[in-house]
Structures are given as structure tokens and as C-alpha cells.
């Protein structure tokens, strides 16, 4: 399959450039799966007549889950290669979408759109362009990530008007056809255009001037250990628990209670679920703009100070939320104010985590770190849905979800960056060449291997 990629004439940018936008779309196609619960939990009500507590259980494990398989899949991608991990997911999530066609119980709805959808688009997440930015990209690493990170809402922006329209009359089973048809479409994408490595096509990364060695074989197998020992060796440090918690509220106050409460909670003051998740699209329109921006600030400022300004408006406009009027001009303001804001989190938090846990454990404490985030999500998923059904309202959770943000920016600002220990001096010669590739000469963030 790669020899098709071989015969393009292409330099390193080219084939660079294809394989961030087989990713990108990727990334895209999971994030629309994880946002399709939001736009089928009132057809769902009315067809089966559900508990809105009992859909939000399903989502709400889904997305436990999507966050759960971010280290396993780093680990999976260590070993078995980014390429297969990547078909893997897409087919678990095309697999399992289809088959929710035919359920007629909750219980089936969580098998299918909370388990097996979870574990699939979990291989399919951040994790996953954390890889392909630092294998296929030795510059501008911090932009290339904040727009692979934008891809999430981006999903949003492509998927919930369609979502939306084919949900209209309350019909559920249209939005899990259009969602497994594009994840299945997206097999052959990576099937024929996604090599392994540069390697495989004799050329080198993206912006790297001088001729690296391959890297070695690994030693260990894709096992649970692996990723079990990388946060053993994590959870002694006091960053992990900061950035574990912050994820926590990222999830809590973005796709955990908006992106899945967001078009019943306007449903609850008269806005129809199509102009709902419009605004949901034109906040993943303004998110792809503030993520981006947010990448490219991370390889030039703090990224602490980025991290408190981010998570304090973002509490600020929660808090807010609940006691605008509703027209159209105050929403339009809120979805581009809280669009920028979206997931602009994820680019200052990955160079945090790379800089305090190395080269070597980085990419697996981030999807712990994921964990956290999907954590946070899943909270919000259920305890939001759990409140509107016994206060009547979503205010409470709306509320909540704001004071955490505005806890997590003051947080973030104290915290001290400490790099890893000095390895011993026969380590530090074996690995001395792999380490200077850790920062590039414009200060740019480089992703520890894979």
C-alpha cells in the first residue's frame, strides 16, 4: 500500500502534509461520533420513551471510555504501529453504530454507542495526533497539534447540522447510518495513504535538516504494562495530578456538559434542535480558529499563563449562560466567545506534560492525563442529565461547571515546572541524540517519539 504514496512526487512536506489531513479527518469523522448522542437524545426519548437520565448513562460511558483507551492506544501505537490502530478504531466504530440499527433496549444503546463506540474512537483521539505530529513533523509541532486538536470541534461544525436535519421529526435511526458510513469511508484513507513512518518512504520529517537513525525495536509488548508503568512513574509527581485535574474540568465544562446537553437545554426555552446545533457548529467554526491560535501561542509563551486565561473565561461564560435571555444576538455572542475557548486547552497541556515527564513517558502519561478529561466529560454527561431530570432545569449544572473553571485557573497559574531527573551518565550518552530533538531551534514543541 505504500508504495502508491511512493510513486507521488512529493517532497517531505507533501507527504507530511497528506498524512496530518488523512488524521485531521480522522479525528474529525471520531469527534462527530462523540457528539452524535447529543442530537439522538431527544429523538430517543420520544421513540423508546427513555429517561433522559438513562441516554445520558450511555453517553456518558462512551466518552468515559474514549478517554479510558488513550494510554493503551499510545502503548498499541508503540508497538503494533499508528497505522493499524488507527484502522482498528475505525472499524469498531463503524462496526457498532451500524448494529445500534436494530436495538430496542438500553441496554443495547450503552453496548453499542457507549461501549464498543467508546474503545473505537478512544484509538481515534488526541493521543493519536500527538503521534503522527511528532513522527511525521520535526517543526512547528505546537501549530500542527493545535490544529489536529481542532478537529474536534470541527467535527461539530460538519457534523451536527446534518446530524440535526436527519434527526428532524424525531428520527434516531438516519444519524447512526450517516455516522457509521463515515467512519467506514475513512478506512481506505488510511488503508492506502498512511504509511508507518518517513522511513518507509525514504524521505525525512517534516522541517528535519540532518538524517535521523531509525529508532530501535522495542523491547516490550503492547501490554497493559506498559501503559500501568508510565503512570506509576507519573503519579509521584505533583504535575500529573494538576494537569489530571484541569482535564478533569476541561471535559466537565466543554463536550461532557455542552456538547451533549447544550441543544435540550434550548430546547427547554423554545430553540428547535436544528438552530441548537447551529450554534454548537459555529462554536466548532471559532474553535478551529482558537485552537490553532492556541498552538501557535504555546511555542512562544507560558503555557501556564495560557492555561489560566483559558479556563478562567471559560468559567466566566458558564456561569453566565444561564441567566441570558436566549435571543439571537446574545447566543451568537456566547457560541463565539466560548467557541474560541473550546479546546484551546489541549496544545499548552501537552507541552506541559512533555516537558515535565520526558521523552520516554510522555505520550503515555497524556492519555492518562485524557483520562481525566473523559473523566470530567463523562461527570457532566450523567450529572447533568441527572439534574434536569429531578430539578426540572439544567441552571444547577450550568452553575457548577463554571466554579470549577474558574478553580482551575487560579490552579494552574501556581503550579512549577520540573523537568524529569538525569538519567545516569551511560543513558544519558545512548540517548543524548534522541534528547536534542526534544526542543527545535525556534523553540518549537517537539512530541516525545513514538
Known sequence: MTAILARMPLRARGYASIVAAITFIALLVSAGLRSAPGVMMLPLELHFGWDRATISAAAAIGILLYGLVGPFAAALMLTIGIKRTMIAGLVLMSVSTFASLWMSHPWQYVLSWGVFSGVGSGAVASVLGAAVVNRWFATRQGLVMGMLTASTATGALVFLPLLAWLAEGGAWRPVALAV???????????????????????????????????????????????????????????????LFGTFFVCGLTTNGLVG?????????????PVQAAGLLSLMGLFDLIGTTASGWLTDRYDPRKLLFVYYGLRGLSLLTLPFLDFSASSLLLFAIFYGLDWIATVPPTVKL?????????????????????????????????????????????????????????????????????????SRRRNRAGRSANCISASG???????
Open 260 to 272: 451533549t446537553h447544550l441543544i435540550a437545554f434550548c430546547g427547554d426555552h423554545g430553540i428547535a
Open 444 to 450: 518549537n514543541l517537539l512530541f516525545p517519539a513514538l
Open 180 to 242: 457509521a458510513i463515515a467512519s467506514a469511508c475513512v478506512i481506505p484513507l488510511v488503508l492506502f495513504f498512511v504509511p508507518e513512518r518517513p522511513q518507509d518512504l525514504g524521505v525525512r520529517r517534516f522541517g528535519e535538516t540532518e538524517a535521523a537513525a531509525p529508532p530501535p525495536p522495542l523491547k516490550q509488548a503492547a501490554t497493559p504494562a506498559l501503559a500501568f508503568t508510565a503512570l506509576f512513574r507519573a503519579s509521584r509527581s505533583p504535575m500529573f495530578w494538576l
Open 353 to 425: 506534560a512533555n516537558v515535565s515527564f520526558g521523552e520516554r513517558d510522555a505520550p503515555i502519561v497524556f492519555g492518562w492525563i485524557m483520562v481525566g478529561h473523559q473523566l470530567g466529560a463523562a461527570t457532566a454527561a450523567f450529572g447533568a442529565g441527572a439534574i434536569r431530570t429531578f430539578a426540572g432545569t439544567y441552571t444547577p449544572a450550568f452553575l457548577i461547571a463554571g466554579a470549577f473553571g474558574l478553580a482551575a485557573a487560579v490552579a494552574i497559574l501556581g503550579a512549577r515546572i520540573r523537568t524529569p531527573q538525569a538519567a545516569p551518565a
